[in-house]
Nanobody, 120 residues
Framework: QVQLVESGGGVVQTGGSLRLSCTVA????????MAWYRQAPGEQRELVAG??????????VYADSVKGRFTISKDFAKNAVFLQMNNVKPEDTAVYYC???????????WGQGTQVTVSS
């Protein structure tokens, strides 16, 4: 069984920084893609940043709203992705979800979500 385990959310002031982590727990899997999404109250879930075409070889893609402020990175040995959030703004407030697709496993996988609140 595969699970996505997230950590790192919390409350941060405008202009501050926060780092989110997501690790894949389990065995017998091969990661195709990993990404971070977020969902604010009353809004649809949206892609924030991710290695959406290939976890191994592709470069990252970013939402326009976070370009230049957020950076996604990966650690192959830990089967993990990280989201470094700098110069955060109140509009970054949302529940952030880790997402992954696996080779030979049907469907897409989601973490439990971690709340990020940016205070003004």
């Amino acid at each position: 069984q595969v699970q996505l385990v997230e950590s790192g959310g919390g409350v941060v002031q405008t202009g501050g920084s926060l780092r989110l982590s997501c690790t894949v727990a389990g065995s017998g899997f091969s990661i195709d893609a990993m990404a971070w999404y977020r969902q604010a109250p009353g809004e649809q879930r949206e892609l924030v940043a991710g290695f959406t075409r290939s976890y191994v070889g592709s470069s990252a893609v970013y939402a326009d709203s976070v370009k230049g402020r957020f950076t996604i990175s990966k650690d192959f040995a830990k089967n993990a992705v990280f989201l470094q959030m700098n110069n955060v703004k109140p509009e970054d407030t949302a529940v952030y979800y880790c997402n992954a697709d696996f080779h030979d496993l049907p469907g897409t996988y989601w973490g439990q979500g971690t709340q990020v609140t940016v205070s003004s």
